[in-house]
């Protein structure tokens, strides 16, 4: 079985992470509150709605910017990851086939 390039793995998650931070904007645009209250489970009751002030407004602009660094983010680490993998297997990238 070929085994995807350092690209095609960052690409793969950077698409992943992407869509996660979207799918999270949006619950969090639409069920502000909810959205706190599972957080503060989520990190064993830090009070996020201290950070709440007022009505949540959307700047998409900001969302963009957000997304777009974190898609270059993840896009480097999957490209990292398959090139680490392919290292410890001993093989180069171009040869992990």
């Not at 959307?58 to 660094?69: C, E, G, I, R, T």
Request: glycine share 10%.
């Amino acid at each position: 079985m070929k085994r995807p390039s350092p690209a095609a793995t960052g690409a793969a998650f950077s698409l992943t992470a992407g869509a996660g931070y979207a799918a999270c904007t949006l619950a969090f645009w639409i069920w502000p509150d909810a959205a706190a209250y599972f957080m503060n489970a989520l990190f064993h009751g830090l009070d996020f709605r201290k950070l709440q002030n007022g009505p949540a407004l959307f700047n998409f602009a900001a969302f963009l910017y957000a997304l777009a660094a974190l898609m270059a983010w993840t896009f480097g680490l999957g490209a990292l990851y398959r090139w680490v993998q392919g290292w410890i297997a001993g093989k180069r990238p171009a040869e992990a086939q």
